[in-house]
């Protein structure tokens, strides 16, 4: 079994113990793949340090740490006590010996509730993966951190923490009836399929390599100019760490490079605020497959058309005159439809779908004829 066959593997198991959670879970493999960090917002009880714990366990060698931060937490629950020993040499340093500061993956519950200090000392080891210990500089081992909160944050000495997490998720309580019932009659996984944590670094730079074509880049760049016009801002920063994201995606997808497939997954990184996630999803869909939607709304505008020309008409005259008017109609539908595809190839979008359409179309239109 391939790597990449590893980890499907692993998603499918998460996916069938984690009901409805299969967007988070797709999410938490990229960030695994990417080293980047997951946001998950939402009510208590909704497994997310669970799926975090278990995304940890299939990685075969992973340290992981949890706690709840809250303002009374301590750095020493967090990071280490204070080093006895350190103290009787004049320098202040801690162990870090099953804190933080050694994981691999990490679930911070509350992330934003905890006192200035703690956030301070965060913020340095998920951005640049360091940890100021005493006298030294240590480079942590994080490859990915689960921040969880029921709100987001509104102070401003927090945006800069809440703007690390490139990826956001809103979770909530199982919605469908027959999913809630799957999940109470649910028994522990029979097997767990892990992966190794050398073989995840070495995925980690495979996915750095695929290359993002210039037609995607442009996309991006597209779709940067679409959300600014609905004043959803991301940061430079944001859209250039998400080409991290995508190539991962790719990776995951089993693909040798992003892709405009790969786009829509954006939808997770480039809102603010979870009411500008539908927009964001609203806008990814018109970007990547606007030209197949337009095209599909003319095949349903054509096959009412056919219906009109070929339904019960009393005389033969009748039916010819509604044949022609239709054929007329039919002919500028057709004109359109070649005009979408036009734009969509100056631009480098798949046309195969699109194509399959038109010749539908074309067909509707022969039928229609045929039937004089």
């Given at each position: 079994?391939?790597?990449?066959?590893?980890?499907?593997?692993?998603?499918?198991?998460?996916?069938?113990?984690?009901?409805?959670?299969?967007?988070?879970?797709?999410?938490?493999?990229v960030?695994?793949?990417?080293?980047?960090?997951?946001?998950?917002?939402?009510?208590?009880?909704?497994?997310?340090?669970?799926?975090?714990?278990?995304?940890?366990?299939?990685?075969?060698?992973?340290?992981?740490?949890?706690?709840?931060?809250?303002?009374?937490?301590?750095?020493?629950?967090?990071?280490?006590?204070?080093?006895?020993?350190?103290?009787?040499?004049?320098?202040?340093?801690?162990?870090?010996?099953?804190?933080?500061?050694?994981?691999?993956?990490?679930?911070?519950?509350?992330?934003?509730?905890?006192?200035?200090?703690?956030?301070?000392?965060?913020?340095?080891?998920?951005?640049?993966?360091?940890?100021?210990?005493?006298?030294?500089?240590?480079?942590?081992?994080?490859?990915?951190?689960?921040?969880?909160?029921?709100?987001?944050?509104?102070?401003?000495?927090?945006?800069?923490?809440?703007?690390?997490?490139?990826l956001?998720?809103v979770?909530?309580?199982?919605?469908?009836?027959?999913?809630?019932?799957?999940?109470?009659?649910?028994?522990?996984?029979?097997?767990?399929?892990?992966?190794?944590?050398?073989?995840?670094?070495?995925?980690?730079?495979?996915a750095?390599?695929?290359?993002?074509?210039?037609?995607?880049?442009?996309?991006?760049?597209?779709?940067?100019?679409?959300?600014g016009?609905?004043?959803?801002?991301?940061?430079?920063?944001?859209?250039?760490?998400?080409?991290?994201?995508?190539?991962?995606?790719?990776?995951?997808?089993?693909r040798?490079?992003?892709?405009?497939?790969?786009?829509?997954?954006?939808?997770?990184?480039?809102?603010?605020?979870?009411?500008?996630?539908?927009?964001?999803?609203?806008?990814?869909?018109?970007?990547?497959?606007?030209?197949?939607?337009?095209?599909?709304?003319?095949?349903?505008?054509?096959?009412?058309?056919?219906?009109?020309?070929?339904?019960?008409?009393?005389t033969?005259?009748?039916?010819?005159?509604?044949?022609?008017?239709?054929?007329?109609?039919?002919?500028?539908?057709?004109?359109?439809?070649?005009?979408?595809?036009?734009?969509?190839?100056?631009?480098?979008?798949?046309?195969?779908?699109?194509?399959?359409?038109?010749?539908?179309?074309?067909?509707?239109?022969?039928?229609?004829?045929?039937?004089?």
């Amino acid at each position: 079994m391939t790597p990449i066959e590893t980890l499907s593997r692993i998603r499918d198991e998460l996916e069938q113990s984690f009901v409805e959670r299969a967007e988070v879970i797709e999410g938490a493999l990229v960030a695994m793949l990417s080293r980047a960090h997951v946001l998950l917002i939402g009510p208590p009880g909704t497994a997310k340090s669970m799926l975090a714990d278990e995304l940890c366990r299939r990685i075969e060698g992973a340290v992981y740490f949890q706690w709840l931060l809250t303002k009374f937490t301590t750095p020493e629950e967090v990071f280490g006590a204070v080093s006895l020993r350190g103290l009787e040499a004049d320098e202040y340093r801690r162990v870090t010996a099953h804190k933080l500061p050694e994981a691999h993956v990490a679930f911070l519950d509350e992330v934003f509730k905890a006192n200035s200090s703690i956030l301070n000392a965060i913020l340095t080891l998920v951005n640049e993966r360091l940890f100021h210990n005493g006298r030294t500089v240590e480079h942590v081992p994080l490859v990915s951190l689960f921040g969880a909160t029921n709100e987001l944050p509104e102070e401003d000495e927090l945006a800069a923490l809440y703007d690390r997490f490139l990826l956001r998720f809103v979770v909530g309580y199982v919605r469908e009836d027959f999913r809630f019932l799957r999940m109470l009659e649910a028994a522990p996984s029979a097997e767990r399929t892990v992966l190794p944590l050398a073989t995840l670094a070495e995925l980690q730079e495979a996915a750095a390599r695929l290359p993002v074509p210039p037609a995607v880049l442009r996309q991006i760049a597209d779709l940067r100019r679409e959300l600014g016009r609905k004043q959803i801002v991301a940061s430079d920063r944001r859209y250039r760490q998400s080409l991290a994201a995508l190539r991962a995606r790719a990776l995951l997808a089993g693909r040798d490079s992003v892709t405009e497939e790969d786009l829509p997954f954006l939808e997770h990184v480039l809102w603010r605020d979870p009411a500008e996630q539908a927009e964001v999803r609203a806008t990814l869909r018109a970007l990547v497959r606007g030209h197949e939607d337009e095209v599909q709304e003319l095949l349903f505008q054509s096959r009412e058309l056919r219906d009109y020309a070929m339904r019960g008409w009393e005389t033969r005259e009748l039916r010819a005159r509604a044949v022609l008017e239709v054929q007329t109609k039919l002919r500028h539908v057709l004109d359109r439809v070649e005009a979408i595809l036009e734009s969509a190839r100056q631009i480098g979008r798949p046309l195969g779908r699109a194509l399959a359409i038109r010749d539908e179309i074309a067909e509707i239109e022969r039928e229609t004829l045929r039937s004089l």
